[in-house]
């Protein structure tokens, strides 16, 4: 926008230098001619005059001697009854400029070559190109002060739209003395207060929802537990206690991650991690839960890496990926990191069957689950919530399967797109 500014009104500068300059030159050039004519013409007048008052006085004419005064002229005298007096150099045809005078007795005409007009009119018009150039510097000056008093105020409320976008909502609480540009602020101002108020109900209703249900669910996974270890009820009853049980387990598993998603909510911006931490952490918490069905959790690749993420996001998405290999896959689980020029890639694979064909595509929608009485929000959280932080979660490979999430470098926004790989 800046730019545009400069060059428009550089545009309207030159433009106006122009519809000036070029009449004042013409007007100046016609001016020095006319005034180089009447000189001439002052000069014949002198020269007629004096020589007829010598000759009314009774002196000698001596015109030769008289034209000399005027040394870079050439002069022409007819006197009525002698010889015509040349005295100078006559200048070349075509380039020249006449003034003629009369009296009783003398005729003169003064010439000169046009070459001394030429140089007024050039200092004119070097005049007329530098008070141009200093008015198109002027332009130039406040244009880049107007650029600057325009640009900067866009910029502000440009940062504060985005961070409108992000969920950072909070009041510019600036004005810049422009009633539009004010105006546009007090409405992202306004916009920023209700979205604060509307995330903070949102925060409050899932932290207080996810408490409330976390405890009864807990109670009630204990008494289904010690109905099915209870050996003398009848075979029917144990099957609806593990079917119970089974459901309540997904229950609980929804009401953690929406409580993961409120803690996230609030636990402040993004800011550059440790990866080889991240990852780590998550093995302590998922290794005993992977030895308990008789498989492996293992890690490889590229270690040191950084990526700019919040930790207990990134966590939590890993957090989804693994739960999902180890409720969905089978054989060892590994956990691979990479990076890419502007990415670093976390990818969770293990040997199972993988995804279905016909869920390949919708994998990552709300509802959509590999198995049945699954809720399918899972893999739709992770996704969300690692674009939150500017990464992005993808199916590699189908089958087996790999699912890779990408986590930026740098601010959000930065990363590489994601590039599916083939079979390892």
Do not use: C
Not at 7 to 15: I, M, Q, R, Y
Not at 56 to 84: H, M, T, W
Not at 172 to 186: H, K, Q, S, T, W
Not at 317 to 345: C, F, K, M, W, Y
């Amino acid at each position: 926008m800046q730019r545009r500014l400069l060059v428009s009104t550089l545009a309207v500068a030159v433009v106006a230098v122009l519809l000036l300059g070029v009449p004042l030159a013409f007007v100046l050039s016609r001016l020095q001619a006319s005034e180089a004519s009447q000189e001439l013409r002052r000069d014949a007048t002198t020269l007629a005059t004096g020589l007829q008052e010598r000759v009314n006085s009774g002196l000698p004419a001596d015109a030769a001697q008289v034209a000399r005064s005027l040394p870079d002229r050439y002069v022409a005298i007819r006197q009525r009854g002698a010889a015509s007096i040349e005295v100078g150099t006559r200048p070349p045809p075509g380039g020249t400029i006449l003034g003629r005078a009369s009296s009783r007795d003398f005729s003169v005409t003064v010439s000169a070559n046009d070459s001394f007009v030429t140089g007024r009119i050039a200092g004119g018009l070097v005049l007329i190109g530098s008070l141009s150039l200093l008015a198109v510097a002027v332009a130039v000056v406040l244009a880049v002060l107007q650029a600057r008093r325009l640009t900067r105020p866009m910029l502000d409320l440009a940062r504060a739209a985005d961070l409108l976008g992000s969920g950072a909502a909070r009041p510019l609480g600036r004005r810049y003395g422009l009633p539009e540009l004010d105006r546009v602020a007090e409405g992202l101002d306004g916009s920023a207060q209700r979205i604060a108020e509307l995330l903070s109900a949102e925060r409050a209703f899932a932290v207080d929802a996810s408490h409330q249900l976390r405890t009864p669910l807990t109670a009630l996974s204990m008494r289904l537990e010690e109905m099915i270890a209870a050996a003398n009820y009848p075979d029917v009853v144990r099957e609806e206690g593990a079917a119970a049980l089974a459901q309540t387990e997904r229950l609980a598993e929804v009401v953690g991650q929406l409580l993961g998603r409120a803690r996230r909510s609030v636990s402040g911006a993004p800011a550059l991690a440790s990866v080889d931490d991240i990852v780590a952490q998550q093995v302590v918490e998922w290794d005993p839960a992977f030895r308990r069905v008789g498989r492996k959790l293992e890690v490889t690749g590229e270690k040191g890496l950084h990526a700019y993420v919040t930790p207990g996001s990134a966590a939590q998405v890993i957090a989804t990926l693994l739960d999902n290999a180890l409720v969905h896959g089978e054989g060892t689980v590994t956990i691979r990191t990479s990076q890419t020029p502007r990415s670093v890639v976390v990818e969770v694979r293990d040997e199972g069957k993988g995804v279905p064909p016909e869920l390949a595509p919708r994998i990552f929608e709300r509802s959509v689950s590999g198995a049945p009485g699954g809720t399918g929000l899972g893999l739709a959280l992770a996704r969300t919530m690692a674009a939150a932080d500017g990464g992005q979660v993808v199916l590699v490979r189908p089958r087996p399967a790999v699912f890779a999430v990408f986590f930026p470098h740098g601010a959000p926004g930065t990363q590489d797109a994601p590039v599916v790989s083939g079979p390892a």
